[in-house]
């Protein structure tokens, strides 16, 4: 990341996903770039731990909001709760996410697929109807939701990842269309390739999880697309290991 570990100062990030992985890194990253964190996932105790983290790395606490994305009511409190209690939103990062079922088409069952749209598209609409607002506010608001290389080349078992990605992806960048002429919220998506998560253990047990990128190798890329200043807009951004 380039830049001051001041470059977030008095800016208000919100990371899905923050209790593991990728989300509990980008959020003790955009926390030592001094963004005022909140952080959002199903478990508590995980939300709880990388809120030790921003502690021992910054000496400041962040905002836990556990939340199950896939309650759509709750979810769509979530912006006027923020809108209440903080009053502003710079950032958004979407990082949760599901591995969802590895099968081939012909054996999956509608309930897999339901879950799968309401866990991956329906929930990236419902966060852009909540948060939009408030982004579309800020003078310089970012958002970054995370895809996956299925989504562009589907593989054989994969169909359920590819088909919701993709929808997922279409939906951000419908909203960067619909933006209003000159706003300055900048919205992109992530493809942080083969990463050593919970989910990349589920999908493939079998690869050696040394191999693989760190989260923590990650997250200082997301936290440049958070950057005011010039930023790409409605690009998909693959992370580079040589960079």
Same mark, same amino acid.
């Given at each position: 990341?380039?830049?001051?570990?001041?470059?977030?100062?008095?800016?208000?990030?919100?990371?899905?996903?923050?209790?593991?992985?990728?989300?509990?890194?980008?959020?003790?990253?955009?926390?030592?770039?001094?963004? /005022?964190?909140?952080?959002?996932?199903?478990?508590?105790?995980?939300?709880?731990?990388?809120?030790?983290?921003?502690? /021992?790395?910054?000496?400041?606490?962040?905002?836990?909001?556990?939340?199950?994305?896939?309650?759509?009511?709750?979810?769509?409190?979530?912006?006027?709760?923020?809108?209440?209690?903080?009053?502003?939103?710079?950032?958004?990062?979407?990082?949760?996410?599901?591995?969802?079922?590895?099968?081939?088409?012909?054996?999956?069952?509608?309930?897999?697929?339901?879950?799968?749209?309401?866990?991956?598209?329906?929930?990236?609409?419902?966060?852009?109807?909540?948060?939009?607002?408030?982004?579309?506010?800020?003078?310089?608001?970012?958002?970054?939701?995370?895809?996956?290389?299925?989504? /562009?080349?589907?593989?054989?078992?994969?169909?359920?990842?590819?088909?919701?990605?993709?929808?997922?992806?279409?939906?951000?960048?419908?909203?960067?269309?619909?933006?209003?002429?000159?706003?300055?919220?900048?919205?992109?998506?992530?493809?942080?390739?083969?990463?050593?998560?919970?989910?990349?253990?589920?999908?493939?047990?079998?690869?050696?999880?040394?191999?693989?990128?760190?989260?923590?190798?990650?997250?200082?890329?997301?936290?440049?697309?958070?950057?005011?200043?010039?930023?790409? /807009?409605?690009?998909?951004?693959?992370?580079?290991?040589?960079?």
């Amino acid at each position: 990341m380039t830049g001051s570990v001041t470059d977030l100062t008095g800016r208000v990030a919100l990371i899905t996903g923050a209790s593991r992985g990728i989300g509990r890194a980008v959020a003790v990253a955009l926390a030592q770039a001094g963004a /005022q964190c909140i952080l959002t996932a199903r478990a508590q105790g995980g939300l709880e731990h990388t809120d030790d983290l921003i502690r /021992q790395h910054t000496g400041q606490n962040a905002t836990l909001l556990p939340l199950d994305l896939l309650d759509g009511e709750k979810l769509d409190t979530l912006g006027p709760s923020i809108a209440a209690r903080i009053g502003r939103l710079d950032c958004v990062v979407h990082c949760a996410g599901e591995l969802g079922l590895l099968s081939p088409l012909s054996h999956m069952q509608p309930g897999d697929w339901e879950r799968g749209l309401q866990a991956g598209p329906l929930t990236t609409w419902r966060l852009i109807r909540t948060l939009g607002p408030l982004l579309e506010h800020s003078p310089a608001g970012r958002a970054v939701f995370l895809t996956d290389h299925h989504a /562009q080349v589907p593989e054989p078992f994969w169909g359920l990842v590819a088909a919701t990605r993709a929808a997922q992806d279409a939906i951000v960048r419908t909203w960067v269309r619909e933006l209003p002429q000159g706003s300055p919220l900048r919205i992109n998506l992530f493809e942080p390739g083969m990463v050593a998560t919970r989910l990349r253990r589920l999908a493939m047990p079998a690869l050696d999880q040394k191999s693989l990128t760190l989260p923590e190798a990650i997250a200082p890329r997301i936290v440049s697309l958070c950057l005011p200043g010039p930023q790409p /807009q409605g690009g998909c951004i693959h992370f580079d290991v040589e960079t």
